[in-house]
């Protein structure tokens, strides 16, 4: 049972588009949801996170934008450039000493210049 | 980035041996979890730990085993190697943020 789901699985962007990625969750206990960014031959790295006690959160060109009663988060990635090209994992967690997460399957985003 | 290094980076093996791999923190991080990554499936939990001796399994475990004697490593070992074992494997420290290794790029022939 997959309690994380993640779309698209893959998405192309012209460089200076937006790109937007979407989780929904189905395990109302999870408290933290993070995204991460992987580039090839690397291991992922966290990008941003968010707290469920907030509806947006802004780092840069990268925002979470997370609503709680619909159980879902996205990444947005503005003024998207060739270097954001990356593989980009949602995740979610929930605190209370089982810090286990559940990651989505991942998409891959490619912007072209 | 977190002093997470991982060996071996690569290793080629044939089917039927054992094979281990190392991950080693700086951190002094209670938790740490391995993963493997494959295409089409994303990360997915194979064991982890949360503390000396303390182990627990993940969502594809079986074939797989454990084991924490310090702090500082945890260490996966594939019992007796086959090809649906060929992966990319990632060791990965926290608690809530996850802080991952480089990873082992294992082939089994």
């Known amino acids: 049972q997959q309690q994380v789901k993640q779309s698209p699985q893959s998405l192309i962007v012209q460089k200076g588009g937006i790109s937007i990625i979407n989780c929904a969750y189905e395990?109302?206990?999870?408290?933290?949801f993070p995204w991460y960014q992987q580039f090839p031959g690397k291991g992922p790295a966290l990008l941003i996170a968010?707290?469920?006690?907030?509806s947006e959160k802004k780092e840069g060109r990268f925002t979470i934008s997370f609503n709680k009663s619909a159980k879902q988060f996205s990444l947005h990635i503005m003024d998207s450039q060739p270097g954001d090209s990356a593989t980009y994992f949602c995740?979610?967690?929930?605190?209370?000493?089982?810090?286990?997460?559940?990651f989505g399957r991942g998409t891959s985003l490619i912007v072209h210049p | 980035d977190a002093g997470i290094t991982q060996s071996p980076r690569h290793k080629v093996t044939e089917t039927g041996t054992p094979v281990t791999l190392r991950c080693h923190q700086t951190?002094?991080?209670?938790?740490m979890y391995w993963y493997r990554q494959d295409p089409g499936h994303g990360l997915r939990l194979i064991h982890y730990?949360?503390?000396?001796?303390?182990?627990d399994k993940g969502e594809v475990s079986d074939g797989y085993s454990v084991s924490r004697s310090k702090t500082e490593d945890f260490l996966l070992t594939l019992e007796s190697a086959t090809s649906s074992q060929t992966s990319v494997y990632f060791c990965?420290?926290?608690?809530?943020?996850?802080?991952f290794g480089p990873g082992t790029r294992l082939l089994v022939l």
């Open positions: 995740a979610a967690s929930k605190g209370g000493g089982s810090y286990i997460p559940t």
């Open positions: 395990n109302t206990a999870f408290d933290y």
């Open positions: 968010i707290r469920p006690d907030v």
């Open positions: 951190e002094n991080h209670r938790y």
């Open positions: 730990s949360y503390g000396v001796k303390d182990t």
């Open positions: 990965a420290i926290g608690e809530g943020t996850q802080y």
